[in-house]
């Protein structure tokens, strides 16, 4: 008898098998099915615009891309589609190893949310060999959602690649620095993650995000300050230090 996991990669090789078009009707369908009125009437809540929008809560996006499998041209297809979800899915079916500096600037330029923002960079882009390149890129840039995303991915780098030394987050810091006082609230609160995630990820950088935050709580510019207030709230938990200390 043929087990879950088998059945699984059997109906994704047929699924794979059927032309473009007929992939992005079903994957279109398995989210129209899997919608909610409700849902959707509460994206608002979270700001994130509903115009676009279907209602599916990310646990059934997620299963969607689970039962379809990474399919490279179907992510662009959804992504081109313009739906919320559909965006969010692309994220989870195409592959970070093909990504290209173009296809991640073009849909960079795209992110109208921190939804869909948020999830291209911590489910496909910080995989990506492009992304540090990225992280530099797009911190430069003046566009909210962009230099969100530059942050959003130096957030999601500091969790996801364990194989990366210090040196590429103590740049990521002065980045964090010299963006601490854009005032935009998404791209503050991006450069926040970015700083407290850093100074998570072990105990020599859980000190070097100390003193940047400590630098930044002393700033007079406002949003910088809270920055450096709200980070020093999380990295002064003693139990941060604990469990850092456990994994040296």
Not at 98 to 124: I, K
Not at 133 to 162: C, G, N, P, T, Y
């Amino acid at each position: 008898m043929a087990t879950a996991a088998a059945q699984r990669k059997a109906a994704q090789a047929a699924f794979a098998a059927l032309p473009l078009p007929q992939r992005l009707a079903r994957a279109l369908e398995e989210l129209r099915a899997a919608a909610s009125a409700e849902y959707r009437a509460g994206l608002a809540r979270f700001a994130i615009p509903d115009e676009r929008a279907l209602g599916v809560p990310m646990a059934q996006i997620q299963a969607v891309a689970k039962r379809l499998g990474r399919d490279r041209d179907l992510a662009a297809a959804l992504w081109d589609s313009g739906g919320y979800e559909a965006r969010l899915l692309a994220a989870y079916l195409d592959d970070p190893a093909a990504v290209t500096a173009a296809q991640m600037d073009r849909w960079a330029r795209g992110f109208d949310n921190w939804a869909v923002c948020d999830t291209v960079c911590f489910a496909l882009f910080d995989r990506s060999p492009l992304a540090w390149r990225k992280i530099e890129q797009w911190a430069a840039r003046e566009d909210e959602f962009v230099r969100r995303a530059a942050f959003a991915l130096l957030a999601s780098k500091s969790v996801h690649d364990k194989a990366a030394g210090d040196e590429p987050f103590l740049h990521g810091l002065r980045l964090v620095e010299a963006h601490a006082d854009d005032a935009r609230n998404f791209v503050k609160k991006a450069v926040n993650w970015a700083l407290r995630s850093i100074g998570k990820r072990n105990l020599a950088l859980h000190a070097a995000a100390l003193e940047t935050a400590s630098r930044l709580a002393a700033s007079t510019a406002p949003s910088a300050r809270w920055n450096g207030k709200d980070a020093l709230r999380e990295l002064n938990n003693p139990a941060i230090a604990r469990r850092l200390a456990r994994k040296s």
